[in-house]
């Protein structure tokens, strides 16, 4: 009988990682890192423009050359999955959540600046697959992470929910074995949500 051989969709696909230091891996070394273990596992290639403390809305001084939208206009290939891991500081500064409205350009709250770069991207990306991956859940009572999940929502693209996963970050045996601190994952936690991640590219790639 033939066998057949199953086709790894991911192998040869491009990658823009954007975000804060959840995406760049804090001050870990890139080959320890999530991307680089998604990419060295399937053979893809990936450009990366996270950097620490930065936001996803505007208003925060020097950090605005590097928000998200500012991230997304550095982007100069065609990648085939856009990855954005983002929304830990905006949440940590209490920003406001705003509206997810069509008049909502507003890039100091939360939804107008989800709407005004998730618009950039659909325009000058329309091939590329977009992923949005939410702050780890801390059990903290303004819902940033359901507001980013209905934000991806309305304009189709793909959430993964980190209330899912298994790191539950309020919890201190899994922050002892998963966190460098009390934010940011170590190099188990980083293989550990790699899987997570590339298991969720699998849906939709």
Partial sequence: LKTSKIENRLYGKTMAILGDSMAKGHILKEEQTWAYKIANRNGMAYQKFAKNGMFITTGHGDADANCLLEQAKKIDNN????????GTNDRNSKVELGKWTSGNTDTTNLFGALRTVFT??????????????TPYYY??????????ESACKFV????????????WAWNDNVRKTFFLDLIHLNEVGQERVSYEYEGFMRTFM
């Avoid at 990648?79 to 983002?86: F, G, L, R, T, Y």
């Avoid at 059990?139 to 980013?148: A, K, L, M, R």
């Avoid at 189709?156 to 790191?167: E, S």
């Fill in 79 to 86: 990648p085939d999955i856009i990855v954005i891991h983002m």
């Fill in 120 to 133: 950039y991207l659909a325009e000058n990306f329309p091939l590329a697959q977009v992923m949005f991956i």
């Fill in 139 to 148: 059990q903290e009572q303004t819902d940033y992470i359901g507001s980013i």
């Fill in 156 to 167: 189709g693209w793909h959430c993964k929910n980190n209330k899912q996963g298994g790191i």
